[in-house]
C-alpha cells in the first residue's frame, strides 16, 4: 500500500512569506505527527493529531505555526511570516493509534527561507 | 525531560565487521523505542520498534535491545555492507510523540 506522501518535497520561499506544506498519512492512521528537522539533528517534535484534533502541540514552537488536519486524514503544516530560522526539513508521520504505535515517516519537505 | 543521546556520531568500519551503535534516554516511562535508518536527503525508514515489555527484537543482520531500567538500548549490525552507510537514529515514544537522538552516521567501506 501507499505509504506516507509530502507534498511539495522542496519549498523556496522569500522571508516574511506565507507556506503551507501537505501531509497525506498512511489509509486508516488515526495518528498524525510533524517533526522539523534541521541539518546534523534528529528531528524534532511539533505537534501530534488523534483524528481531527490536536492531541499535543507542545513542540509548536511559536503561534507562527499552525496545523489542521479538519477530515482526520489529510494535515497541512502552516507557517506565518516564515524567518530564516525556519529552514529545515519538515517531517511527517502517522501510525496506526498513539501511545506506542509504530510510526512511519514521509520523505519531507525541505523548505529554504531566504 | 526526556532526552536522548547516541554515541559515537560517526563510526567507520571496514566492509565485514560487527558494530554497534549506542542509545541513552533518561526517563525509563516510555511506551517503545525505534531505530531508524536516514540516508543523505531522504526520510526516515523505521528498521526496529522494541515495545516497553521486551528486551531485543531481531530482523536479518540487525538485533536491537533494551534495558528500561539503565536508559539504554543498543542496535547490532552483523556483517556490515557498504549499503548500511547512511545515519542512524533511535527514538523513544515518549506520551505519544518521538524524542529522537541526534544520530550515529555510518560508513562502511569496501
Known amino acids: 500500500g501507499a505509504g506516507v506522501s509530502q507534498t511539495p518535497s522542496n519549498k523556496v520561499t522569500e522571508k516574511g512569506k506565507y507556506v503551507e506544506l501537505r501531509c497525506d498519512p498512511i489509509s486508516g492512521h488515526t495518528a498524525l505527527y510533524w517533526y522539523r528537522q534541521s541539518l546534523g539533528q534528529g528531528p524534532e517534535f511539533l505537534i501530534y493529531?488523534?483524528?481531527?484534533?490536536?492531541?499535543?502541540d507542545s513542540g509548536l514552537p511559536n503561534d507562527r505555526f499552525f496545523a489542521v488536519r479538519p477530515e482526520g486524514s489529510v494535515s497541512t503544516l502552516k507557517i506565518q511570516r516564515t524567518e530564516r530560522g525556519d529552514s529545515a526539513v519538515y517531517l511527517c508521520?502517522?501510525?496506526?493509534?498513539?501511545?506506542?504505535?509504530?510510526?512511519?515517516f514521509g520523505p519531507g519537505t525541505r523548505l529554504t527561507v531566504l | 525531560k526526556q532526552e536522548v543521546t547516541q554515541i559515537p556520531a560517526a563510526l567507520s568500519v571496514p566492509e565485514g565487521e560487527n558494530l554497534v551503535l549506542n542509545c541513552s534516554f533518561t526517563d525509563s516511562a516510555i511506551y517503545n523505542l525505534q531505530w531508524f535508518r536516514q540516508d543523505p536527503g531522504k526520510g526516515l525508514t523505521s528498521l526496529l520498534l522494541i515495545q516497553s515489555s521486551q528486551r531485543e527484537q531481531t530482523s536479518g543482520r540487525l538485533n536491537a535491545s533494551l534495558d528500561k531500567s539503565s536508559g539504554r538500548s543498543t542496535l547490532y549490525i552483523a556483517a556490515s555492507q557498504p549499503g548500511d552507510s547512511a545515519t542512524y537514529l533511535c527514538?523513544?515514544?515518549?506520551?505519544?510523540?518521538?524524542?529522537f537522538g541526534q544520530g550515529t552516521t555510518l560508513q562502511v567501506k569496501p
Open positions: 527514538a523513544v515514544s515518549h506520551t505519544g510523540k518521538l524524542i
Open positions: 493529531f488523534q483524528g481531527t484534533g490536536a492531541a499535543d
Open positions: 508521520a502517522s501510525s496506526l493509534r498513539p501511545d506506542g504505535y509504530e510510526q512511519f
